[in-house]
């Protein structure tokens, strides 16, 4: 009997060769798991390294300020070389991302170039160094990640520790000056209070994520904790701040996943109340100063003004080029190389190491030149954070932990008015803020993991 030749088999449905077409060979299934493998590695090791770096940077450690730490130092540069493994395995992501934070390095490369007419250029070399040695740390960190969380997740759970030890020392260790408020672990009660506000913030915008219920109830107490602890610091900038975001975080976070006409109705009706404001003002015949005496009590915000209209005439010498960058305060000197009478508050160089205002100790030490490159920095950050929320609608966890990014790095700025803390030298505020901004520029478009 003869086979019909629609039933003769065809060579394609051979054992051995459909195999062969379909399953991937043994090797290249091996190489597959060990890529997934190696890149997991990688990542619960950045996390790790994330997580040792905030611990780093907000415990207090001795050391004099113009000498730095000796710790710090050997842990930046253990961080460096662990980094640089992340920025091998994903080199070609790499080089994008240094593309895309170039107002980044451009800025760090010209707070290098100020040490060139420096009057202390071994100090400003050094502090410019470590400065770049977080960025390059900050891209190893971002490159490596393949989710927003996994940035929250190590910072949430440093936060945590740091401030249970601040609340711990703040029971054991009487406070300098009960008059002034509690500063926990730090020398001062601003610093415990920064630390309350960064808590606050994090906690805050946590409680959102897809976590089990006893995780939001534990990120809820945190957050009753954290404000009791800053209004026992009695830091009014914190407070303030504190205050502020946790109403407008929230409501630009929503605005941000509506059609442009929300926002565009949110601003005009901002721009309205604020003519409404003026008109009431005018109306009650009530001055700026007068406003400014009902909401900050303080006009000199604890002797600050005189801080400022001290340094500022010293910004005229270089304009453009600054001092250098770290080498006008905390050099070794006795006394701040202000022209001033030496027995100001101020000219002493252990009791004010600061301008108190970022914004004029940037211009001061690295010029106009170097304020215009950190705020077009600041404001890209804000921008990018802004845009990697509006784009990931869809996913909860990663549009909350931007949310804690932006959450932060608005706070960071703002403080930076009334303290010198973003771009300053040997500034943990400062380099956490570095690590914002590239992961920022490594979430804004990309809404799978980078390979």
């Given at each position: 009997?003869?086979?019909?030749?629609?039933?003769?088999?065809?060579?394609?449905?051979?054992?051995?060769?459909?195999?062969?077409?379909?399953?991937?060979?043994?090797?290249?299934?091996?190489?597959?798991?060990?890529?997934?493998?190696?890149?997991?590695?990688?990542?619960?090791?950045?996390?790790?390294?994330?997580?040792?770096?905030?611990?780093?940077?907000?415990?207090?450690?001795?050391?004099?300020?113009?000498?730095?730490?000796?710790?710090?130092?050997?842990?930046?540069?253990?961080?460096?070389?662990?980094?640089?493994?992340?920025?091998?395995?994903?080199?070609?992501?790499?080089?994008?991302?240094?593309?895309?934070?170039?107002?980044?390095?451009?800025?760090?490369?010209?707070?290098?170039?100020?040490?060139?007419?420096?009057?202390?250029?071994?100090?400003?070399?050094?502090?410019s160094i470590a400065y770049i040695t977080i960025y390059l740390i900050a891209v190893?960190?971002?490159?490596?990640?393949?989710?927003?969380?996994?940035?929250?997740?190590?910072?949430?759970?440093?936060?945590?520790?740091?401030?249970?030890?601040?609340?711990?020392?703040?029971?054991?260790?009487?406070?300098?000056?009960?008059?002034?408020?509690?500063?926990?672990?730090?020398?001062?009660?601003?610093?415990?209070?920064?630390?309350?506000?960064?808590?606050?913030?994090?906690?805050?915008?946590?409680?959102?994520?897809?976590?089990?219920?006893?995780?939001?109830?534990?990120?809820?107490?945190?957050?009753?904790?954290?404000?009791?602890?800053?209004?026992?610091?009695?830091?009014?900038?914190?407070?303030?701040?504190?205050?502020?975001?946790?109403?407008?975080?929230?409501?630009?976070?929503?605005?941000?996943?509506?059609?442009?006409?929300?926002?565009?109705?949110?601003?005009?009706?901002?721009?309205?109340?604020?003519?409404?404001?003026?008109?009431?003002?005018?109306?009650?015949?009530?001055?700026?100063?007068?406003?400014?005496?009902?909401?900050?009590?303080?006009?000199?915000?604890?002797?600050?003004?005189?801080?400022?209209?001290?340094?500022?005439?010293?910004?005229?010498?270089?304009?453009?080029?600054?001092?250098?960058?770290?080498?006008?305060?905390?050099?070794?000197?006795?006394?701040?190389?202000?022209?001033?009478?030496?027995?100001?508050?101020?000219?002493?160089?252990?009791?004010?190491?600061?301008?108190?205002?970022?914004?004029?100790?940037?211009?001061?030490?690295?010029?106009?030149?170097?304020?215009?490159?950190?705020?077009?920095?600041?404001?890209?950050?804000?921008?990018?954070?802004?845009?990697?929320?509006?784009?990931?609608?869809?996913?909860?966890?990663?549009?909350?932990?931007?949310?804690?990014?932006?959450?932060?790095?608005?706070?960071?700025?703002?403080?930076?008015?009334?303290?010198?803390?973003?771009?300053?030298?040997?500034?943990?505020?400062?380099?956490?803020?570095?690590?914002?901004?590239?992961?920022?520029?490594?979430?804004?478009?990309?809404?799978?993991?980078?390979?």
């Amino acid at each position: 009997m003869r086979t019909s030749p629609k039933f003769i088999p065809s060579r394609n449905l051979e054992p051995t060769r459909f195999f062969r077409e379909t399953v991937p060979p043994a090797h290249a299934v091996r190489a597959g798991y060990r890529l997934i493998t190696q890149r997991n590695i990688i990542r619960s090791a950045a996390r790790f390294l994330l997580f040792l770096l905030v611990l780093v940077f907000f415990i207090p450690t001795s050391g004099s300020a113009e000498d730095g730490n000796a710790f710090i130092r050997s842990a930046l540069l253990a961080c460096l070389a662990i980094s640089m493994l992340g920025i091998i395995q994903h080199i070609g992501t790499s080089v994008k991302l240094f593309l895309r934070t170039w107002p980044v390095w451009v800025l760090l490369l010209w707070f290098l170039l100020t040490s060139h007419w420096a009057s202390y250029p071994d100090i400003s070399i050094r502090r410019s160094i470590a400065y770049i040695t977080i960025y390059l740390i900050a891209v190893s960190l971002a490159v490596s990640f393949e989710h927003p969380v996994d940035f929250q997740r190590p910072l949430y759970l440093a936060l945590v520790l740091i401030f249970l030890a601040n609340i711990v020392a703040a029971q054991i260790i009487p406070p300098n000056n009960a008059k002034l408020g509690v500063n926990g672990l730090y020398a001062q009660k601003n610093g415990a209070g920064v630390i309350a506000l960064y808590v606050i913030m994090v906690m805050t915008v946590s409680i959102a994520l897809r976590r089990p219920l006893i995780t939001k109830l534990f990120s809820a107490c945190l957050v009753i904790l954290g404000w009791a602890f800053l209004i026992s610091t009695q830091a009014k900038t914190s407070y303030a701040i504190a205050v502020c975001l946790s109403f407008m975080i929230p409501v630009l976070s929503y605005l941000l996943l509506k059609p442009k006409a929300y926002m565009l109705f949110a601003a005009a009706v901002c721009a309205l109340l604020f003519g409404v404001m003026v008109l009431v003002f005018q109306l009650m015949n009530l001055t700026l100063e007068e406003l400014g005496k009902a909401i900050f009590v303080d006009l000199t915000f604890t002797n600050r003004t005189f801080i400022w209209n001290a340094v500022i005439p010293e910004i005229w010498h270089r304009p453009w080029t600054g001092a250098g960058f770290g080498s006008f305060w905390a050099t070794g000197r006795l006394l701040n190389p202000i022209n001033a009478r030496p027995d100001e508050f101020f000219m002493d160089a252990k009791l004010i190491n600061e301008a108190h205002n970022g914004y004029i100790d940037i211009a001061l030490q690295a010029g106009f030149i170097g304020l215009v490159l950190a705020l077009l920095v600041m404001a890209r950050a804000a921008w990018q954070l802004c845009r990697a929320i509006s784009i990931r609608s869809d996913d909860c966890d990663g549009r909350v932990s931007c949310m804690i990014m932006l959450a932060l790095g608005l706070a960071m700025v703002i403080a930076n008015l009334t303290e010198s803390l973003v771009f300053q030298y040997s500034n943990p505020v400062g380099y956490l803020f570095v690590l914002i901004v590239v992961q920022g520029e490594r979430w804004r478009l990309e809404r799978a993991p980078i390979i």
